[in-house]
């Protein structure tokens, strides 16, 4: 009330001061921008924009929007945009196709919705769009609004030279941070209003999104996230009990390897012992729901589902949000296309229960559940008319142990799954999931094609050690120093993310791998990690 006052008695007596002062402001600013662009140039265009704005008219345009998924992690090679481009270009007959993946890892439907303001203009062909994934993977909130006018700002040239000067005052040489696991983490509660607000602003971007099309008048393909429910469970480790957490971290570890291994009789009384003391989290019901589905129960999957929605650190999609997306879906009429990869992808697993098979993480699909996908929008845009259909070219069904001879055809297939296997072993294990089983499993099939990798060895060193197995952590991270690997090699987190945390866990350093004499079951814990 008083700022209102003030404000009224400045207009009111000291008008030509304040409107001098207004003026004097604009003007600086304006002068300011001037000289900065001077130096820093006009704000860049981001690359992957750049292709939008190349659009030849007799090319059958597509624009596709999202977050990893899209972008094709961890193997864009593989990815169901690269596999559409393959599949066009053998059915355009010399028509040319320009295929605009926009798509950034870890993209949430707010940014979506602000890379869908900016380039439906160019009037594309087609809109693609698969978001869902990332709505609680950045901690603060804001909406596209608030958002853009955050982008605006940080592209005037006197920002961008004001952080040009910070960071070449700021100037350090850059290292690798002395821990990368943090030592706790914080589930989201479902009953927070920051839970709800989320929810609300998902539903109300892809609202916008469809709205956008429509009025576009651009054929819109969107598409439900898939997850995997079967080898994927909720987030536990370093979670505090109170936000889905659990008490005995190791009682879970070794209950779920056992899972994973078929060591059924073996992880039912651990089940018991867990279900005694929690009966409520997202890991007891995934635990409980694992063994129901080796039974052959049909409860199984609904139990996998509610395990994966009440997962404390939701990084894959919920299933209201596919439900709003099968209701914003409604079909040719209005031009929006569903591709429900939710459902495609159960109907294809066993039991109804998509895995490894389908996804490779969480949520990131294999190169068959993205060959599954790249059928689906192929159907898509024949039955949008933006491509006539031919009953001669319509894409090959191939079952899973075929799919290995379609994949030589796009790339060199052996380096590539070497490549996959070690990146989703990284993935799999760092924070928030710690998925070390998984992580172990890839590491193996990696193995399988080059068995002196010392990447291979020292990941499996660590992840051995981080589970307090000392023998077998030593024997493979002494086996990485015989295929090559440095010390350094070996603390470097872009190779091996958690050596040092490895290390330190069971308090040994690395002395006590080049020393041969050293007993393999002692450890040294007074022995400090360089």
């Known amino acids: 009330m008083k700022i209102c006052v ?35 140039g006009p704000a860049p265009l981001e690359p992957r924009f750049a292709c939008t704005r190349s659009k030849d008219k007799d090319a059958l345009t597509i624009f596709a929007y999202g977050g990893s998924t899209v972008v094709g992690k961890l193997m ?39 890379d869908v303001k900016r380039t439906i203009d160019y009037r594309p062909d087609m809109l693609i769009v698969f978001s869902g994934h990332n709505e609680f993977i950045k901690r603060e909130f804001d909406i596209a609004e608030v958002r853009g006018l955050r982008e605006w700002a940080a592209s005037l ?44 602003r998902y539903d109300a971007n892809m609202a916008s999104i469809v709205r956008l099309a429509k009025e576009a008048d651009i054929p819109l393909a969107l598409g439900t996230l898939p997850a995997n429910l079967r080898d ?51 890991i007891a019901s995934y635990v409980k729901a694992r063994l129901l589905l080796a039974k052959g129960a049909k409860s199984a999957r609904n139990r996998l589902v509610h395990a994966k929605d009440t997962d404390p650190i939701p990084w894959r999609a919920l299933s209201q949000f596919n439900e709003q997306i099968r209701r914003l879906a409604s079909g040719k009429d209005d031009g929006v296309f569903l591709i429900d990869v939710e459902r495609i992808f159960a ?22 559940g993205n060959y599954i996908i790249t059928r689906e929008l192929l159907r898509v845009i024949y039955e949008s008319g933006i491509l006539d259909f031919d009953e001669h070219k319509t894409l090959r069904v191939y079952d899973l142990a075929e799919f290995d001879a379609f994949l030589v055809s796009l790339n060199n297939l052996a380096g590539l799954k070497m490549d996959y296997r070690l ?91 080049t020393n041969t004499n050293t007993n393999e079951t002692a450890s040294s814990p007074n022995e400090q990690m360089p």
């Open 6 to 40: 003030l404000a009224n008695s400045l207009l009111r007596h000291k008008a030509p001061a304040f409107i001098g002062i207004v003026g004097v402001t604009i003007l600086l600013v304006m002068a300011c921008e001037f000289f900065s662009e001077l130096v820093v």
């Open 347 to 368: 109907n294809a697993a066993d039991d109804g229960v998509p895995g490894f098979e389908l996804v490779a993480d969480n949520c990131h699909p294999t190169a068959y």
């Open 423 to 513: 990146k989703n072993a990284r993935y799999c294990m760092k924070v928030p999931f710690y998925n070390f089983a998984a992580a172990r499993m890839y590491l193996l099939q990696a193995r399988q094609h080059d068995a002196s990798d010392w990447r291979i060895s020292a990941n499996l060193g660590a992840l051995a050690l981080l589970e307090g197995d000392v023998r077998e952590g030593k024997a493979e991270v002494r086996r990485s120093l015989q295929e090559g690997a440095t010390p350094h090699d070996l603390l470097d987190r872009k190779h091996v993310p958690y050596m040092r945390e490895a290390l330190a866990h069971v308090g040994l350093g690395l002395s006590d791998f």
């Open 232 to 282: 994927w469970p909720p987030a536990f480790k370093t979670l505090d009990p109170a936000s889905g957490g659990v008490e005995n971290e190791e009682l879970v570890t070794g209950l779920l390897r056992n899972v994973f291994e078929g060591r059924y009789m073996e992880a039912i009384a651990a089940q018991r012992e867990l279900s005694s003391r929690d009966s409520q989290s997202a």
């Open 76 to 114: 864009p090679e593989w990815g169901f945009i690269e596999q559409l481009r393959h599949t066009l270009v053998d059915r355009l007959e010399g028509q040319k196709l320009h295929l605009c993946n926009l798509a950034v890892a870890g993209q949430d439907s707010t940014s979506v919705l602000l």
């Open 157 to 200: 040239s006197t920002v961008r030279a004001l952080n040009r000067l910070r960071r070449n005052l700021n100037r350090r040489p850059r290292r690798n941070s002395p821990s990368a696991m943090p030592r706790s983490l914080k589930g989201y509660d479902r009953n927070g209003a920051d839970f709800r607000a989320r929810v609300r």
